[in-house]
């Protein structure tokens, strides 16, 4: 006599009431309920006690906002878990300050063994911008080795002993001073986080956590082989299957490796021991403005005879573009400046002559930053349907007058992060923050929408906030097209927000802009223009749990 096999566990049931969701199919509901891992209704207060029971947990919401979980269309899981745990020099101001906080740091707990890794200085923050020697690193250290990225993370700060141990002499990007850019700068971050075993899981899981706490449930993982090795992805790749019970959010891998034709393409793919997206992300077109380092069509502004550097050719492009069309998988490039981005649109020019234009839209081909566009450009990616995978607090730290956007570019940086004209254009557009270059808040990405420093690129708070929910789905290619919605039949991933006051926003400037105007039948969003961000109370992805601040309860 065998033994009955166990009945499977009844899926749990909760029904959120008494706040506000955001959903499109009732703008006035106030309550949800959640089977297993779906949406199952959403509705009205008066209804949800029609169908509240004993069966179901009940959670009041006591006026909170549920809405859509965010996803995070370009993050870089390690490098954020490190640079949360790693010295962190935002607000240092001088030369000096930051070899102080070196020392400090190098004689703390926190930093007693290894290499000393920094990160987020920005030297046009400084009253005097010269930087410390390779030598007064080392000192400052105490002989270790030092790393120390720059805001944007497409330059550091290395010291003598991490200059030598990474064989530098001779790279590109390496001269006389401690800054390295380029080659040398891939090589110096490839030597400074070479992490002991087991610290690779811890990392991400930092980064996850920090994720799950501010809202997210999905997180595009932009992985390369400058950035970190094969076993980088297929770490990150692993949490989607995590055995050991682990709640984090899902992530969408991508690995950005150049390829040479379909065969080469299938090789790469073959080769990485984990399903991907497609190979793109942070493949390098060009570099990043602060650094000096992404492709202009005329001189930085102040830095004459200097117009960054373009890595990849218009022809290697075209190639990688063909090949990924053929496998009907993703392509894409990291590219910034307004020359780079005109050699990826030469480039799908060349790869559509060769596998035909059909074939190049249908892969739905991704472009990270995107920062200086123009109209015409703008119509280029419009024609070749490419998504624009972009960071709006780029903008909200570096834009506007007497910024470093301003200093770089003159005049040129009112035509940066084109978000109204790219959805004008029709141009899809999802919204990330390259972590740990900008932080994981996602209402501060929204807001930064709001706010742009270009009045005339501003779009409203309902775009913005598809654009960081379901438009990342959509970048994605998910396989559930409801991802990204909380209405009958979509999957139970969302936040729980404590918010000040909710508002629509009014599209029209001529009046107040933001209103609480019940006719506008449009889901409410926490009104922004207080400064404050709403605050995570509950994350959920799939039905389970990821986060709780524990302010919730039935």
């Known amino acids: 006599m065998t033994d009955s096999p166990a009945a499977p566990a009844p899926r749990k049931v909760t029904l959120y009431r008494n706040g506000s969701v955001y959903t499109a199919a009732d703008p006035f509901a106030t309550a949800m309920l959640v089977d297993g891992d779906t949406v199952a209704w959403v509705g009205s207060e008066q209804a949800a006690t029609s169908i509240a029971d004993s069966s179901m947990d009940v959670i009041d919401l006591q006026g909170a906002l549920l809405a859509p979980g965010f996803v995070d269309s370009h993050v870089h899981l390690t490098e954020t878990g490190i640079a949360l745990d790693a010295l962190q020099l935002a607000g240092v101001r001088s030369a000096a300050e930051l070899l102080d906080a070196v020392a400090a740091f190098s ?64 790279r590109d990007g390496y001269a006389a001073g401690s800054q390295v850019k380029r080659g040398a700068h891939t090589a110096a971050r490839l030597a400074a986080r070479q992490l002991p075993a087991g610290a690779l899981r811890g990392y991400q899981q930092r980064a996850l956590a920090e994720a799950a706490a501010n809202g997210y449930v999905a997180l595009a993982e932009m992985a390369a082989p400058h950035i970190g090795s094969i076993e980088d992805l297929q770490a990150a790749a692993a949490w989607n299957d995590a055995t050991d019970g682990a709640s984090v959010p899902e992530i969408l891998p991508y690995w950005g490796e150049l390829a040479a034709s379909a065969d080469h393409a299938r090789s790469i793919l073959d080769g990485l021991g984990v399903p991907v997206l497609g190979l793109a992300g942070d493949l390098n077109i060009d570099g990043s403005i602060g650094s000096r380092t992404a492709s202009l069509r005329a001189d930085y502004a102040d830095a004459p005879g200097e117009r960054g550097t373009q890595y990849l050719s218009v ?205 506008a039948r449009t889901p409410l969003l926490p009104a922004l223009d207080t400064g404050n961000d709403p605050v995570c109370l509950q994350t959920v992805r799939d039905g389970r749990e990821l986060y709780a601040s524990g302010a919730l309860g039935a």
């Open 107 to 170: 004689h703390s707990a926190s930093g007693a063994d290894g290499t000393v890794l920094g990160h987020g200085w920005d030297e046009t923050t400084w009253a005097d911008p010269a930087l410390p020697t390779r030598d007064e690193l080392e000192r400052a250290a105490g002989g270790r080795r030092v790393f120390l990225s720059r805001v944007d993370a497409h330059s550091a700060l290395v010291s003598s002993s991490l200059a030598a141990s990474a064989a530098l002499d001779g």
């Open 315 to 519: 022809a290697e492009a075209a190639a990688h573009l063909a090949a990924c069309s053929l496998l009907g998988i993703q392509a894409g490039f990291h590219v910034i400046g307004d020359a780079g981005l005109d050699a990826a649109l030469d480039a799908l020019d060349l790869a559509a002559a060769e596998v035909g234009e059909q074939k190049v839209r249908a892969a739905g081909h991704r472009f990270e930053h995107v920062e200086l566009a123009d109209a015409a450009a703008i119509s280029r990616l419009a024609r070749y349907s490419v998504t624009v995978s972009a960071q709006p607090v780029f903008d909200a730290l570096w834009g506007g007058t007497d910024s470093l956007y301003q200093r770089r570019l003159d005049s040129r940086q009112l035509g940066m992060n084109a978000f109204a004209s790219l959805y004008a254009a029709g141009v899809p557009i999802c919204f990330g923050s390259d972590s740990p270059v900008t932080p994981l808040r996602p209402w501060s990405s929204v807001r930064a929408c709001l706010e742009h420093t270009n009045p005339a690129e501003r779009i409203s708070a309902r775009a913005a906030f598809l654009g960081h929910t379901r438009a990342g789905w959509r970048a994605a290619r998910y396989r559930n097209p409801m991802a990204g919605q909380l209405v009958p039949g979509a999957p139970a991933s969302f936040a729980v927000w404590e918010v000040e006051e909710l508002m629509v926003q009014v599209a029209d400037g001529r009046v107040q802009s933001w209103s609480t105007d019940p006719r």
